[in-house]
């Protein structure tokens, strides 16, 4: 049983099999908790962010900040309450929100990491 080394252009599996689930559009794939506060960690107004995501209320953000006083659980929180309370959340509302908060670097970048794997992950196929 011998593996061939692969190639830094080969994308693995189970990307490339979520990208073809979304129908090569991996903006609209819902995001996991996880994955929100890694892209997000620079996000520092994550209230204004919030005030754009679909789903969401300014009480809730209230509530968010009353509650948890360090920035960073603000934030986890937040991503957990989103995620619950909107079954179609996706990348294309943070996205949105993000470009709305006037967080275009962010915005920008998730876009082009999530746009990037399905476009190559979509070509491999086409192969």
């Not at 129908?23 to 996000?43: F, G, K, M, Q, T």
């Not at 399905?118 to 086409?126: G, P």
């Amino acid at each position: 049983w011998k593996t061939e080394p692969r190639s830094n252009r080969e994308i693995s599996p189970s990307i490339l099999s979520a990208a073809i689930m979304s129908d090569s559009s991996s903006v609209a794939r819902r995001p996991a908790e996880s994955e929100l506060d890694l892209e997000l960690a620079d996000l520092v107004n994550w209230q204004r962010f919030a005030t754009h995501l679909p789903a969401l209320t300014r009480g809730d953000i209230e509530q968010i900040e009353q509650e948890n006083r360090d920035v960073q659980q603000q934030k986890i929180e937040l991503f957990r309450t989103w995620l619950q309370r909107c079954p179609n959340a996706s990348w294309n509302d943070i996205v949105l929100a993000l470009e709305k908060a006037r967080e275009n670097t962010l915005a920008d970048a998730i876009k082009k990491k999530f746009i990037s794997i399905s476009t190559e992950a979509h070509n491999q196929v086409q192969q």
